[in-house]
């Protein structure tokens, strides 16, 4: 994997699907503990290359084993900059652009609160996480406002796409009921 470009305070790394990205700010630590800059607007479009403005910010709090997902809007599409604050999940993008070369292909990362990795999703991917964790606290900044009326849950384990979630053979995620009763890939509307 080759890095998109390194800024002085963040770096930038694009994953399988170039357009989902890791950023990794810049950490700056000593014997009394650390500091960084979780966002700056600036050195976000710098690094990036992405004019985006964030209007929502979420704060999520869940137990191990935990499956939320996997979510979007068909509107007020929301592009997502994503963060472990506590603990550890492993987080999952799908394509559901129809003209990307990336359609349909999914990328999972796992966040860890003590590596500051972030991941930026853009419009038009179905996004979900799971814990991984005994509990674990979500931050995500939105481009768009949370708009029920459209949202959309494409399912998480629906055999076309072939999420690989890190479950043991013993393991079964805890879904609310409508995530567990999330669209099959067939049935689920895409983005033209």
């Known amino acids: 994997m080759t890095y998109l470009k390194t800024h002085s305070k963040i770096l930038i790394t694009p994953t399988a699907i170039p357009d989902v990205l890791v950023i990794e700010p810049k950490v700056f630590g000593d014997e009394r503990g650390w500091f960084t800059e979780s966002f700056n607007a600036q050195d976000f479009s710098d690094a990036t290359n992405l004019n985006v403005t964030f209007v929502q910010d979420n704060h999520s709090f869940s137990r191990q084993s935990t499956l939320r997902g996997m979510h979007y809007q068909l509107e007020k599409t929301q592009g997502k900059l994503v963060r472990v604050v506590s603990g550890a999940v492993y987080d999952v ?3 559901l652009r129809k003209n990307s070369s990336s359609f349909g292909k999914w990328v999972g990362v796992e966040l860890i609160a003590e590596n500051h990795k972030q991941l930026w999703i ?6 979900g996480f799971m814990v991984l964790s005994p509990t674990a606290e979500f931050l995500y900044k ?6 029920p009326q459209s949202e ?4 998480w384990n629906d055999p076309v796409v072939g999420i690989q979630w890190p479950l043991g053979t013993d393991t079964q995620p805890t879904l609310n009921a409508k995530d567990a009763a999330g669209l099959s890939w067939g049935k689920a509307p895409k983005f033209e």
């Open 152 to 155: 959309v849950c494409l399912a």
């Open 93 to 95: 993008a799908v394509d």
């Open 122 to 127: 853009p419009a038009g991917f179905a996004h």
């Open 142 to 147: 939105t481009t768009d406002y949370y708009h």
